[in-house]
Protein backbone atom coordinates (compact mmCIF):
# COMPACT_ATOMS: atom_id res chain seq x y z
CA UNK A 1 0.00 0.00 0.00
CA UNK A 2 1.50 3.41 -1.08
CA UNK A 3 0.93 6.68 0.68
CA UNK A 4 1.41 10.54 0.04
CA UNK A 5 4.60 10.25 3.12
CA UNK A 6 5.98 13.41 5.13
CA UNK A 7 5.31 16.00 2.37
CA UNK A 8 2.75 18.53 1.76
CA UNK A 9 0.34 16.72 -1.40
CA UNK A 10 -0.89 18.59 -4.08
CA UNK A 11 -4.37 18.40 -3.45
CA UNK A 12 -5.07 17.38 -7.17
CA UNK A 13 -2.58 14.24 -6.43
CA UNK A 14 -4.93 13.36 -3.51
CA UNK A 15 -8.05 13.96 -5.29
CA UNK A 16 -6.68 11.76 -8.30
CA UNK A 17 -5.49 8.67 -5.73
CA UNK A 18 -9.44 8.77 -4.54
CA UNK A 19 -10.74 8.41 -7.88
CA UNK A 20 -8.65 5.72 -8.89
CA UNK A 21 -8.76 3.33 -5.76
CA UNK A 22 -11.38 4.88 -3.44
CA UNK A 23 -9.00 6.36 -0.85
CA UNK A 24 -5.47 8.38 -0.16
CA UNK A 25 -3.21 8.08 2.85
CA UNK A 26 -1.10 10.86 3.92
CA UNK A 27 1.56 10.16 6.25
CA UNK A 28 2.42 12.21 9.47
CA UNK A 29 0.66 14.81 7.62
CA UNK A 30 0.72 18.16 8.87
CA UNK A 31 0.83 17.10 12.31
CA UNK A 32 1.09 20.40 14.49
CA UNK A 33 -2.30 21.62 12.27
CA UNK A 34 -5.75 21.61 13.22
CA UNK A 35 -8.35 19.05 12.28
CA UNK A 36 -10.51 22.11 10.95
CA UNK A 37 -7.24 23.27 9.01
CA UNK A 38 -6.68 20.22 7.15
CA UNK A 39 -10.11 19.29 6.17
CA UNK A 40 -10.47 23.02 4.84
CA UNK A 41 -7.24 22.45 2.48
CA UNK A 42 -8.28 18.81 1.25
CA UNK A 43 -11.75 20.02 0.27
CA UNK A 44 -14.98 21.95 0.95
CA UNK A 45 -16.06 20.86 4.72
CA UNK A 46 -19.46 19.42 5.62
CA UNK A 47 -21.68 20.86 8.46
CA UNK A 48 -23.86 18.95 10.26
CA UNK A 49 -25.70 20.94 12.75
CA UNK A 50 -24.36 23.35 15.19
CA UNK A 51 -20.82 23.22 16.49
CA UNK A 52 -17.05 21.97 14.58
CA UNK A 53 -17.73 20.32 11.92
CA UNK A 54 -14.72 18.07 12.81
CA UNK A 55 -15.91 15.25 15.26
CA UNK A 56 -13.46 13.63 17.85
CA UNK A 57 -13.99 9.77 17.66
CA UNK A 58 -13.37 7.87 20.62
CA UNK A 59 -13.75 4.07 22.04
CA UNK A 60 -16.74 3.62 23.94
CA UNK A 61 -17.95 0.95 26.27
CA UNK A 62 -21.31 -0.23 25.42
CA UNK A 63 -22.98 0.80 28.99
CA UNK A 64 -21.50 4.30 28.45
CA UNK A 65 -22.79 5.16 24.96
CA UNK A 66 -26.08 6.26 23.10
CA UNK A 67 -28.11 2.93 22.58
CA UNK A 68 -28.59 3.49 18.74
CA UNK A 69 -25.12 4.34 17.74
CA UNK A 70 -22.55 1.73 16.67
CA UNK A 71 -20.87 2.10 20.20
CA UNK A 72 -24.01 1.53 22.10
CA UNK A 73 -24.44 -1.80 19.67
CA UNK A 74 -20.71 -3.07 19.58
CA UNK A 75 -18.81 -1.11 22.22
CA UNK A 76 -15.32 -1.59 21.85
CA UNK A 77 -15.63 -5.22 19.30
CA UNK A 78 -15.07 -4.67 15.73
CA UNK A 79 -17.81 -1.78 13.83
CA UNK A 80 -19.09 -3.99 10.58
CA UNK A 81 -18.17 -2.66 7.42
CA UNK A 82 -20.92 -0.12 6.40
CA UNK A 83 -20.85 3.40 4.63
CA UNK A 84 -21.23 6.76 6.41
CA UNK A 85 -24.79 7.93 6.73
CA UNK A 86 -26.25 5.62 4.24
CA UNK A 87 -30.37 6.44 5.27
CA UNK A 88 -29.57 9.61 3.69
CA UNK A 89 -30.71 10.17 0.16
CA UNK A 90 -27.07 12.07 -0.62
CA UNK A 91 -24.80 10.31 1.91
CA UNK A 92 -21.60 12.84 2.85
CA UNK A 93 -19.45 12.27 -0.31
CA UNK A 94 -15.97 11.72 1.41
CA UNK A 95 -14.81 11.11 5.10
CA UNK A 96 -11.41 12.35 6.42
CA UNK A 97 -10.69 10.74 9.23
CA UNK A 98 -6.94 11.84 11.19
CA UNK A 99 -4.94 10.36 14.08
CA UNK A 100 -4.24 12.41 17.42
CA UNK A 101 -3.73 9.21 19.06
CA UNK A 102 -3.26 6.09 17.76
CA UNK A 103 -2.62 2.39 17.68
CA UNK A 104 -1.26 -0.25 15.61
CA UNK A 105 -3.65 -2.95 16.96
CA UNK A 106 -6.72 -0.37 16.18
CA UNK A 107 -6.80 -0.33 12.24
CA UNK A 108 -9.73 0.99 9.73
CA UNK A 109 -10.28 -1.44 7.33
CA UNK A 110 -11.45 -0.35 4.33
CA UNK A 111 -13.06 -2.99 1.06
CA UNK A 112 -13.52 -1.77 -2.13
CA UNK A 113 -17.76 -1.41 -3.35
CA UNK A 114 -17.08 -0.95 -6.80
CA UNK A 115 -15.34 -4.70 -6.30
CA UNK A 116 -18.23 -5.99 -4.48
CA UNK A 117 -20.33 -4.67 -7.35
CA UNK A 118 -18.43 -6.24 -9.73
CA UNK A 119 -18.50 -9.67 -7.47
CA UNK A 120 -22.33 -9.40 -7.44
CA UNK A 121 -25.44 -8.97 -9.46
CA UNK A 122 -25.11 -5.57 -10.57
CA UNK A 123 -28.58 -4.96 -12.37
CA UNK A 124 -30.36 -6.97 -8.92
CA UNK A 125 -27.72 -4.38 -6.38
CA UNK A 126 -29.54 -1.43 -8.43
CA UNK A 127 -33.19 -2.80 -8.24
CA UNK A 128 -32.44 -3.59 -4.32
CA UNK A 129 -34.56 -1.18 -2.29
CA UNK A 130 -33.99 -1.23 1.27
CA UNK A 131 -35.16 1.60 3.98
CA UNK A 132 -33.97 2.70 7.87
CA UNK A 133 -35.23 0.36 10.47
CA UNK A 134 -36.15 3.95 12.08
CA UNK A 135 -37.65 6.81 10.54
CA UNK A 136 -35.73 9.42 9.07
CA UNK A 137 -37.41 13.09 9.92
CA UNK A 138 -40.56 11.35 10.48
CA UNK A 139 -40.50 8.99 6.98
CA UNK A 140 -39.18 5.45 5.65
CA UNK A 141 -37.52 6.77 2.42
CA UNK A 142 -36.82 4.28 -0.44
CA UNK A 143 -33.37 4.06 -0.83
CA UNK A 144 -31.11 2.21 -3.80
CA UNK A 145 -28.50 -0.34 -2.44
CA UNK A 146 -26.61 0.73 -5.58
CA UNK A 147 -27.77 3.55 -7.58
CA UNK A 148 -25.36 3.76 -10.72
CA UNK A 149 -24.71 6.79 -12.74
CA UNK A 150 -21.67 7.56 -15.30
CA UNK A 151 -19.62 8.32 -12.68
CA UNK A 152 -19.92 4.62 -10.94
CA UNK A 153 -22.64 5.74 -8.78
CA UNK A 154 -23.49 5.74 -4.86
CA UNK A 155 -23.37 2.55 -2.59
CA UNK A 156 -24.90 2.84 0.48
CA UNK A 157 -24.67 -0.23 2.88
CA UNK A 158 -25.42 -0.60 6.54
CA UNK A 159 -26.71 -3.84 7.80
CA UNK A 160 -27.50 -2.72 11.35
CA UNK A 161 -29.72 0.58 10.38
CA UNK A 162 -31.60 -0.66 7.22
CA UNK A 163 -33.29 -3.35 5.72
CA UNK A 164 -34.98 -4.49 2.77
CA UNK A 165 -37.99 -3.24 1.23
CA UNK A 166 -38.84 -5.72 -1.33
CA UNK A 167 -37.86 -8.98 -2.59
CA UNK A 168 -35.55 -7.29 -4.97
CA UNK A 169 -33.73 -5.84 -1.59
CA UNK A 170 -33.52 -9.03 0.12
CA UNK A 171 -32.36 -10.41 -3.28
CA UNK A 172 -29.58 -7.39 -3.18
CA UNK A 173 -28.97 -7.48 0.36
CA UNK A 174 -27.84 -11.37 0.18
CA UNK A 175 -26.07 -10.62 -3.01
CA UNK A 176 -23.87 -7.69 -1.20
CA UNK A 177 -23.17 -9.66 1.80
CA UNK A 178 -21.70 -12.58 0.47
CA UNK A 179 -19.74 -10.23 -2.03
CA UNK A 180 -18.77 -8.46 0.85
CA UNK A 181 -17.25 -11.54 2.51
CA UNK A 182 -15.20 -12.38 -0.50
CA UNK A 183 -13.22 -9.36 -1.87
CA UNK A 184 -9.97 -8.06 -0.61
CA UNK A 185 -9.84 -5.60 2.71
CA UNK A 186 -7.30 -2.87 3.17
CA UNK A 187 -6.12 -2.29 6.81
CA UNK A 188 -4.88 1.32 7.41
CA UNK A 189 -3.23 2.24 10.92
CA UNK A 190 -3.50 5.45 11.71
CA UNK A 191 -0.78 5.36 14.15
CA UNK A 192 1.44 9.06 13.98
CA UNK A 193 -0.18 12.25 14.62
CA UNK A 194 -1.41 13.66 11.75
CA UNK A 195 -1.97 9.86 9.48
CA UNK A 196 -5.02 10.80 7.46
CA UNK A 197 -6.89 8.90 5.27
CA UNK A 198 -9.31 10.59 2.74
CA UNK A 199 -12.03 7.74 1.65
CA UNK A 200 -14.68 8.22 -1.56
CA UNK A 201 -17.68 7.50 0.95
CA UNK A 202 -20.19 6.45 -1.68
CA UNK A 203 -17.68 3.78 -3.16
CA UNK A 204 -15.63 2.37 -0.01
CA UNK A 205 -16.97 0.84 3.16
CA UNK A 206 -15.32 0.99 6.16
CA UNK A 207 -14.93 -0.67 9.27
CA UNK A 208 -13.46 -0.70 12.40
CA UNK A 209 -11.19 -3.50 14.32
CA UNK A 210 -11.79 -4.48 17.91
CA UNK A 211 -10.04 -2.10 20.34
CA UNK A 212 -7.88 -4.72 22.75
CA UNK A 213 -6.96 -4.11 26.55
CA UNK A 214 -4.61 -0.92 26.89
CA UNK A 215 -5.63 1.24 23.66
CA UNK A 216 -8.66 2.37 24.36
CA UNK A 217 -7.32 6.04 24.25
CA UNK A 218 -7.39 6.01 20.69
CA UNK A 219 -8.84 9.23 19.34
CA UNK A 220 -9.66 9.87 15.75
CA UNK A 221 -10.61 13.00 14.23
CA UNK A 222 -13.55 12.73 11.55
CA UNK A 223 -15.15 15.15 9.10
CA UNK A 224 -17.06 15.30 6.09
CA UNK A 225 -16.03 17.07 3.17
CA UNK A 226 -18.64 17.54 -0.43
CA UNK A 227 -15.73 17.78 -2.56
CA UNK A 228 -12.11 17.43 -3.03
CA UNK A 229 -10.27 20.62 -4.23
Known amino acids: MTGLERKSPATATVRQEVEER ?5 KSYRA ?36 NSYSGIYGLDVFPFHTDMAHWRHP ?14 VPTLLADGAEIVREADEDALARALVQ ?20 FGIIRW ?5 RPASRAGEHGVESFRAALGTVSKHSIALVERGDTVVIDNRRMLHARSPVPPGCEGRILERAYLEQLH
Open 132 to 151: PRRPVKGRLPLLRIFQPSES
Open 32 to 67: NSSGEEVASELGKVLTLGEGSPVHRLRPTPKDDAAP
Open 158 to 162: DDKFF
Open 22 to 26: GYALL
Open 92 to 105: PRFIMLRCVVGFEE
